[in-house]
Nanobody, 124 residues
Framework: QVQLVESGGGAVQAGGSLRLSCAAS????????MGWFRQAPGKERAFVAS????????YYADSVKGRFTISRDNAKNTVYLQMNSLKPEDTAVYYC?????????????????WGQGTQVTVSS
């Protein structure tokens, strides 16, 4: 069982930056691949980025590539999402998620555990 708690969301102007954190409970954090997803009002939950168990492999959605960076600190049981050059279309609730299998899948259904989400609002 893994419990995930996101933090770091907030309101920012376009072009600004935020860093989201996701703290995981348990001693097996390094056994889980981690992902970030987001859900805007009226839209489906969408993949943002994922990172392998050790952090040496990552995937990004095309819409955030070059602007967002996912990283993890297994000693702190935490995964991060650094978001730069934010745009109004990045406005959403951001969720972190965990799964055992590391692969290129971007499907939310493949993830086993989810946090409650943190709101990110980008104004123009």
């Amino acid at each position: 069982q893994v419990q995930l708690v996101e933090s770091g969301g907030g309101a920012v102007q376009a072009g600004g930056s935020l860093r989201l954190s996701c703290a995981a409970s348990g001693r097996t954090f390094s056994s889980y691949a981690m992902g970030w997803f987001r859900q805007a009002p009226g839209k489906e939950r969408a993949f943002v980025a994922s990172i392998s168990w050790s952090g040496d492999s990552t995937y990004y959605a095309d819409s955030v590539k070059g602007r967002f960076t996912i990283s993890r600190d297994n000693a702190k049981n935490t995964v991060y999402l650094q978001m730069n050059s934010l745009k109004p279309e990045d406005t959403a609730v951001y969720y972190c998620a965990a799964k055992r299998l590391w692969d290129s899948s971007r499907r939310a259904d493949d993830y086993d555990y989810w946090g409650q989400g943190t709101q990110v609002t980008v104004s123009s």
